[in-house]
């Protein structure tokens, strides 16, 4: 009797695992799509079209993730750094072998809105499909026409740098189950059509959550704290929403100015991973940029009473000494600034030279963290266009660990009323071991 029952029980626990592996399957498994040669060969796209598609693409920032240093344009094989290991970006153009010159309408449009590559391989989501899947279809269409007519390009990027298990593209599905809402974006009764618009092109084809939203323990976005700030390539992405640390609350109108010209005079120049995106948004009509800023505003609503005192102490000292409580002049810090950083941010009773930002308006020196302030005294500021010299020469080379953590700690203790930092040796550490990574990934993209 009582081996009978265990031969039940076993029956039960294999009729369970088979099921188990039934249900995994159905999640995981993704069919092919046979590919289709005229997808690039033979196949008129309107001019009209192609030309919306550029710039959507440019809003998209394909050609920065899809584009290695010194690689052809779209060709792939940019590292891209994530807390799971390094992922190679692919090849888009439209070569047929190594590319996506195969790709049919259908197959593309998959791949933006479920993840899921031509030949029914789960992609990793750090192509944030997980925002396009909230595109239009007549503006996947625009793309993929855009696309199907760049220079085809043999180019294979290198194998991902994951470590196990998530080197294991199965378990992507699973990812998805629990965080991708498939579906296009829908309009706001309620708001008028620029923030829709803008709504649209930031949530889904902008993927600006991508970097300002922070993430959980498996890499996707807190959507209980959208826009509350997140990380990127080392680079802190300051919050967008009420929690923004800017000393001088944004509004449309100086968001649009940022965004078209890389640079306000509240607010600085952008810089590290937000340069290219200005790039790109150069190609962008002024009307998409200004919806775009419509809707960023909008998300941070008007500053309350705390926000604008803040706001009216930091304006008071940029017209005042632009200091709140000055360190010595003799402190290491201190004297690191007077010999490289006043000459062009100023002292006390001088204004900074144009385009310099007085820093007590940084947002730099006003985040949680030091790794954007560590950055730029390390990296510089080139100006959005890459034309001509540094705005800001970068003096990764010249000040040693010490004194960047001395001249930063000075920078936030005379410029802000935020207390003092105390971890800004590992936020060096971080940048010189994020800069040593990201080196030894574009060595292994360029090998042949």
Request: with cysteine.
């Amino acid at each position: 009797m009582r081996r009978r029952r265990r031969g039940r029980r076993l029956r039960i626990g294999w009729i369970l695992l088979a099921l188990l592996l039934l249900a995994g399957g159905y999640v995981i498994w993704r069919p092919a799509i046979a590919p289709e040669m005229g997808a690039t060969r033979g196949v008129p796209f309107e001019s009209e079209r192609v030309e919306r598609g550029a710039q959507l693409a440019a809003i998209g920032n394909c050609n920065i993730c899809h584009t290695r240093e010194g690689g052809i344009a779209y060709a792939g094989g940019r590292p891209i750094p994530t807390p799971f290991g390094t992922v190679f970006a692919s090849n888009i153009t439209p070569d047929p072998d190594t590319g996506i010159g195969s790709w049919t309408t259908a197959a593309f449009t998959r791949a933006m809105r479920e993840g899921v590559s031509r030949d029914g391989r789960h992609l990793y989501p750090a192509f944030p499909y997980d925002h396009m899947t909230r595109m239009r279809q007549i503006d996947i269409d625009a793309v993929y026409a855009f696309l199907m007519t760049r220079r085809p390009a043999v180019a294979t990027p290198p194998d991902n740098d994951l470590p196990f298990p998530f080197n294991l593209r199965p378990l992507v599905a699973f990812w998805k189950l629990l965080f991708l809402d498939k579906g296009a974006a829908q309009e706001d009764a309620r708001r008028g059509p620029e923030w829709n618009r803008g709504a649209y092109l930031v949530e889904g084809l902008g993927h600006c959550g991508a970097c300002h939203t922070p993430r959980n323990a498996l890499g996707a976005e807190d959507s209980r704290r959208a826009y509350a700030g997140g990380e990127t390539e080392g680079w802190t992405a300051p919050a967008l929403n009420a929690d923004s640390p800017a000393a001088v609350p944004w509004d449309a109108e100086r968001l649009y100015r940022y965004l078209r010209h890389g640079y306000d005079d509240r607010h600085g120049m952008a810089a590290g991973p937000m340069a290219p995106v200005v790039r790109n948004l150069a190609a962008v009509p002024d009307a998409e940029v200004r919806a775009m800023s419509v809707y960023v505003a909008a998300m941070a609503g008007a500053p309350n009473a705390a926000r604008t005192q803040a706001a009216s102490q930091a304006l008071a000292r940029v017209n005042g000494d632009g200091t709140v409580r000055r360190a010595p002049d003799t402190s290491a810090g201190g004297t690191i600034y007077a010999g490289a950083c006043a000459q062009c941010h100023g002292e006390a009773g001088r204004a900074p030279s144009s385009p310099a930002l007085h820093l007590a308006l940084s947002s730099a020196l006003r985040t949680p963290r030091p790794d954007n302030i560590v950055r730029l005294i390390r990296d510089g500021v080139h100006s959005p266009d890459l034309g001509g010299e540094p705005l800001m020469p970068g003096f990764a080379n010249v000040l040693s660990d010490a004194q960047v953590v001395a001249l930063a700690a000075y920078l936030r203790t005379a410029f802000t009323e935020q207390p003092a930092w105390s971890d800004i040796g590992k936020s060096v550490q971080r940048a010189r071991e994020s800069d040593a990574d990201k080196l030894r990934a574009q060595q292994k993209a360029s090998l042949p």
